[in-house]
């Protein structure tokens, strides 16, 4: 583990200068403590937020110093039981954490589709009263764009400039291009979620002239009984329903009308 974690830690000389590009290019820095000497430095160069590792979700002494700064609290769920969860949840807002986000994350690199288990998402939201996000290693882009159908605020990513230069997470790492994919793609499916709705939106009402309704179908005399040869029912939609066909056989026209007509009640006698 040692070793991994030399080969996979953000060497503390690069937080400045990485910081101060982010900055440059309007993006929101900050980085991951995994004791209370990181969180010493992170404060240090003045991090808005704080992301926790699911390895670390356990470490309630880390939980509680980071909370004490009183900045924004990102934790990832992986691992985690409910009972755990509901120690770091109770530990960090004790120690002054006002805004907290979980993470539904799977602990396995890669993770696959059906150990997401993505309908964890809005029962943490109800069991915590919090914002819950994904923290996604599976591979492309479908898991983390049915989170946000499931209520997901946040989407973690690993990102790496280019998955054949190798490193100990790109295998599930995305390139530029698929996260940019993954940016587009999850904006669609929250403007998708919308709300309850039926009937007709705005956008729909135009649509409606292409339904069926009803229509006279040959030339009719006032007087004339609708029947199957001179009643259909046809396109465009500017006539009656065609719920109403069956009630207006054996009616009576009020009116002298030719073949296409409409058929509206001020024709049926």
Known sequence: MHKLYQQAYTPWEWHQP??????ELGIIAFSTPFD???????????????????????????IRKVAS??????????????????????????????????????????????NSNLATIPHLREMFNVQVGLSDHTIGIGVAVASVAMGATIIEKHLTLSRD??????????????????VVETARAAQAMGTINYGPTVAEEGSLM??????VAKNMKAGD??????????RPGKGLPSKYY???????IKLDAAIGTPVN????I
């Open 165 to 182: 230069d190798g490193g100990v997470d790109a295998a599930f790492s995305m390139e530029p291009k698929e996260m940019a994919q993954l």
């Open 69 to 114: 700064t009183g900045k924004p609290m990102i934790i990832s769920t992986g691992m985690a039981t409910l009972a755990e969860l509901d120690e770091t949840v109770l530990a960090a807002r004790k120690a002054g954490c006002k805004d907290l986000i979980l993470l539904k994350c799977t602990s396995t690199y890669p993770a696959s589709p059906e």
């Open 265 to 268: 009640w001020d024709l049926i």
């Open 246 to 252: 069956d009630i207006l056989l054996g009616k009576k």
């Open 36 to 62: 209370a000497t990181s969180v010493e430095f992170l404060e240090s160069l003045q991090v808005p937020c704080y992301k926790i590792a699911s390895f670390e979700n356990t470490y309630l002494p880390l």
């Open 225 to 234: 009984t609708f029947t199957s040869e001179n009643l259909r029912v046809v």
């Open 18 to 23: 990485i910081f101060d590009r982010c900055r």
């Open 210 to 215: 292409y339904r069926r309704s009803l229509y």
